[in-house]
């Protein structure tokens, strides 16, 4: 099975040990939305913080919108130790959590990861959805189903009800608003362009969809792709 160093070395020579020894188990390159997935396998668990950075690394190298790298962790790996990086998944995946973990602690029973917090918030990581964001991401990553539980103090200090009060209002307002239909009809919209390596998942063939390629970085990105499709050739891949 190909390492991620196999794989994408040639674009970060400073790899960190610990991710360049992660094994692709599937890797995907969507062009037209020009983002890379990649899920890897780890025997040991990494800090969050370390996989986030060298994803911002290799997005900025292929010069994508976007680059995804999903780990896969041995479910007894996991332990109450993986709250910090719990936290960081969370802001990566656009959760506004504020600091509510800040001073938290957690304590994993079975399949119970209980976590207590310091300085309340709980109503707001309720809002957010924390506990299902939390249970779902230790699915995908331990291959575990966890129960999670905030305990604590769940209750906002009140000197902190008013900076309560402005960032919800504030997470309000950021929120996007809804644009009014126009009446005009919309202009047809042209066939798609025909690719011998095309499936329904919206997933093409980078040697045949040279039309997708049309900024200034276009010949630079589709040589950077093919060179990673000519070095990952296995049967998982999907185009």
Request: overall charge neutral; aromatic content about 8%; charged content about 20%.
């Amino acid at each position: 099975m190909k390492t991620f160093r196999d794989v994408f070395g040639t674009y970060l020579p400073d790899l960190p040990a610990a991710v360049a020894a992660g094994e692709i188990e599937h890797l995907h390159i969507y062009t037209q939305r020009r983002e890379l997935t990649a899920q890897l396998r780890f025997a040991n668990v990494l800090e969050k913080s370390v996989l986030l950075q060298v994803q911002a690394q290799l997005r900025a190298a292929l010069q994508l919108g976007r680059v995804l790298l999903q780990p896969r962790y041995p479910a007894d790996q996991l332990t109450a130790a993986y709250l910090p990086s719990l936290a960081d998944s969370l802001r990566a995946a656009g959760k506004h959590i504020n600091g509510f973990f800040d001073g938290a602690s957690a304590q994993l029973d079975g399949d119970c990861l209980t976590i207590s917090l310091a300085h309340g918030g709980f109503e707001w990581l309720q809002r957010e959805n924390c506990a299902r964001a939390i249970a779902e991401i230790l699915e995908q990553e331990f291959g575990r189903k966890i129960t999670v539980e905030f305990t604590g103090a769940l209750d906002l200090e009140a000197e902190n009800q008013e900076i309560y009060r402005k960032t919800m209002e504030a997470a309000e307002a950021a929120l996007p608003k809804a644009e009014p239909r126009s009446a005009a009809p919309s202009a047809p919209r042209p066939a798609p362009a025909q690719s011998s390596g095309g499936n329904a998942s919206g997933l093409q063939e980078v040697t045949t969809s040279d039309h997708l390629f049309h900024n200034k970085f276009s010949f630079l990105l589709k040589l950077q792709i093919n060179y990673i499709l000519s070095v990952f050739r296995r049967r998982e891949y999907k185009i």
